[in-house]
């Protein structure tokens, strides 16, 4: 009996996990931007892996393009290795994700993935750029969601966290 409910603690902590749900692979030139462009809501951390060369992460909820000057990004990562940015939830869509090829190499490959957080690893308020306005390049069209589907995650979230507990509780 102990050893079926361990299995289904461990079921339960896997279901939990993070969810990789896109990947790409690219090679930006030297100085130079590729453009991505971040719809999915929710809070979603993204990880640019540089394979070659020196690629830079610059991320914008004002604009969809955006670029290495101060007013051009909300957040940006620029290391010689792995990149990561975590997206708050609150953060308004489209989120503009630009790849810079830093000056140093003549190109830089790179991987650039993006994995769903569970609403626990959103740390960020509602309030974290109050003021941002959007720029009249975003379209403000409203992109359709399934209200459903977009429910799932929290519900399933919810039963998992309980289920975990209770099991705690009982083995303890």
Do not use: W
């Not at 079921?11 to 931007?33: E, H, M, Q, R, W």
């Not at 993204?46 to 020196?54: A, E, V």
């Not at 630009?98 to 994995?115: A, N, Q, R």
């Amino acid at each position: 009996m102990i050893r079926q409910l361990i299995l289904i603690s461990l079921v339960i902590s896997v279901l939990k996990a993070d969810t990789y749900f896109k990947s790409v692979a690219g090679t930006v030139p030297a100085g130079n931007f590729t453009y991505y462009s971040l719809i999915t809501k929710g809070a979603i951390q993204i990880i640019l892996k540089t394979k070659k060369g020196d690629a830079d992460l610059y991320i914008s909820q004002v604009s969809v393009t955006p670029t290495f000057d101060v007013e051009g990004y909300c957040l940006h990562s620029a290391t010689c290795g792995v990149d990561v940015i975590d997206i708050p939830s609150s953060f308004a869509r489209p989120v503009g994700i630009g790849v810079y090829g830093h000056p140093s190499h003549e190109e830089s490959d790179y991987v650039l993935e993006l994995k769903i957080k569970g609403e626990a690893d959103d740390v960020f308020t509602d309030n974290v750029f109050p003021n941002a306005k959007r720029s009249p390049e975003v379209d403000d069209r409203e992109y359709e969601e399934d209200d459903e589907a977009a429910e799932r995650p929290f519900i399933l979230t919810f039963i998992l966290a309980f289920i975990d507990i209770f099991l705690e509780v009982i083995l303890l």
